[in-house]
Nanobody, 133 residues
Framework: QVQLLESGGGLVQAGDSLRLSCVAS?????????????MGWFRQAPGKEREFVAA????????NYPDSVTGRFTISRDNAKNTMYLLMSSLKPDDTAVYYC?????????????????????WGQGTQVTVSS
């Protein structure tokens, strides 16, 4: 139901910054407004498992990051534009990966954000981020 499209990836040098975007659309709703969902970013490097990067609540008031990116990455969203962002600063070669945006369309009370890939049901195709030394 929800279609996600990532963009903004590229080749940068260590220490640089990069901003990723994820646009969500629900063409099946027609005249109706798109729903607001908890969303997140994940990444997967060659030979490694998918890794949690950042999560954000439906309103954007709450966010969560793993230790590997805390202080360097910032997740945000603009619901009026149906877009989620990931601002990455002080990039390291270890940040090199395909970055995916995800949305949780099934509502459940309790958690404001989700850090596990299995908690999400809609995924984008990914955008490549490469950080050189």
């Amino acid at each position: 139901q929800v279609q996600l499209l990532e963009s903004g990836g590229g080749l940068v040098q260590a220490g640089d910054s990069l901003r990723l975007s994820c646009v969500a659309s629900t063409p099946s709703l027609g005249r109706y407004a798109m729903g607001t969902y908890a969303m997140g970013w994940f990444r997967q490097a060659p030979g490694k498992e998918r890794e949690f990067v950042a999560a954000i609540s439906r309103s954007g008031d709450s966010a969560n990051y793993p230790d590997s990116v805390t202080g360097r990455f910032t997740i945000s969203r603009d619901n009026a534009k149906n877009t989620m962002y990931l601002l990455m600063s002080s990039l390291k070669p270890d940040d090199t990966a395909v970055y995916y945006c995800a949305a949780r369309t099934i509502y459940s009370s309790g958690a404001l954000y989700y850090t596990r890939s299995q908690d999400y049901d809609s995924w984008g195709q990914g955008t490549q981020v490469t950080v050189s030394s």
